[in-house]
């Protein structure tokens, strides 16, 4: 019997298995966020009564009307429909991985509701002083993560964690759902932009924290007042910067256009060799003294700028330079491009 063998079949074996690898490091990527998420909403958010937008603040503000119901469940209440809705409507566009992270990320909550609190009666008042607790010698119960009189903290780590947890569920094609959903169907029918969608949704839903947790609209009376709203902008202003910076990354592109009175060869091969990037030059023509010039556009990271600048001034120091962010960098060296599915950024 002859074993039949090819080098062909052999490097079609291994990129399955690469591919394979991907994926699974991808999924497990997600459900890594979904956690991060669910974590600073149940140990720093949910507790506390801050109201940082999204379906999960809608979920907690009903969480206080009806406590005995979760607020992961109350997130299944409005993402289940919000998915459906939008499988009917943009189908495939939506993706397996915003449908796979919108169920998981609820769930994870409810299920972290039951590691971090003793019983049921605290999971329905969310009460931060039995939040991670133990019973000392002297019978008493002590939290190990009550935060109640630091709340700035809770909301700066809320934040951060929530963050960095969507941001790195949106690094691998997918969204946890909610109002991103909102934002990409008032994107289709309302003609507003996704950002603007998802802006809307979440101003809609903190007021909502303020009218029933802030000024206690339907809880008797017993409101938190306005500064809980202030802590609740703190918590979404960190997240939105977290965010940006995780998906971004540390190192944001900068568009630099570079203006030579004389081209100078060293910078070419400075770019070239040194920085192992590429370039296009430009012809340019001075409004004033219309005479021709050349300039240069490139693009490096945050941290070669000033390297670059010291060049730019070393070469040519009557130069003229504009250095401005590059938000999205598609194209070799750089970010690759985005699937045709994939979420909407702005």
């Avoid at 052999?10 to 966020?33: F, H, N």
């Avoid at 406590?67 to 943009?90: K, W």
């Avoid at 939040?131 to 009550?146: F, I, P, Q």
Wanted: net charge negative.
């Amino acid at each position: 019997m002859k074993l039949k063998f090819s080098f062909a079949d052999m490097a079609v074996s291994a990129k399955e298995s690469v591919t394979d690898w991907r994926w699974w490091s991808s999924m497990g990527q997600i459900v890594l966020g979904c956690l991060l998420v669910a974590l600073a909403f149940v140990v720093f958010i949910n507790p506390y009564d801050l109201v940082p937008g999204g379906i999960y603040g809608l979920a907690l503000v009903l969480h206080n009307l009806f406590p005995s119901i979760q607020v992961g469940t109350f997130g299944y209440m409005f993402d289940v429909p919000l998915i459906l809705t939008a499988i009917l409507i943009f189908g495939g566009k939506l993706g397996g991985r915003t449908i796979f992270a919108s169920f998981v990320t609820p769930g994870l909550m409810n299920l972290l509701d039951y590691l971090v609190y003793p019983n049921a009666e605290a999971i329905e008042a969310l009460d931060p002083a039995q939040l991670l607790s133990y019973t000392n010698k002297a019978g008493e119960l002590v939290s190990l993560c009550d935060l109640s009189n630091h709340l700035l903290l809770a909301a700066i780590i809320g934040g951060c964690l929530s963050g960095v947890g969507v941001g790195i569920v949106i690094r691998n094609n997918a969204a946890t759902g909610g109002t991103d959903i909102t934002g990409m169907l008032l994107h289709k029918f309302a003609k507003m932009k996704f950002a603007n969608g998802v802006l809307l949704s979440d101003a809609l839903i903190v007021l909502s924290g303020l009218v029933v947790i802030g000024f206690g609209v339907g809880l008797d009376g017993e409101g938190k007042g306005l500064l809980l709203s202030l802590y609740s902008g703190v918590c979404i202003f960190v997240n939105a910067k977290v965010l940006g910076y995780t998906i971004d990354g540390a190192s944001r592109d900068k568009l630099l256009y570079i203006i030579c009175h004389e081209h100078s060869e060293a910078m070419r091969e400075y770019i070239l060799k040194d920085l192992d990037r590429g370039g296009t030059y430009l012809k340019a023509k001075g409004m004033y003294t219309q005479d021709e010039k050349e300039m240069i556009f490139l693009v490096v990271s945050r941290r070669e700028v000033r390297s670059v600048q010291q060049k730019i001034k070393e070469f040519d120091p009557r130069a003229f330079v504009v250095v401005t962010d590059a938000y999205d960098t598609f194209g070799q060296g750089f970010k690759p491009f985005p699937e045709e599915d994939a979420m909407p950024t702005e």
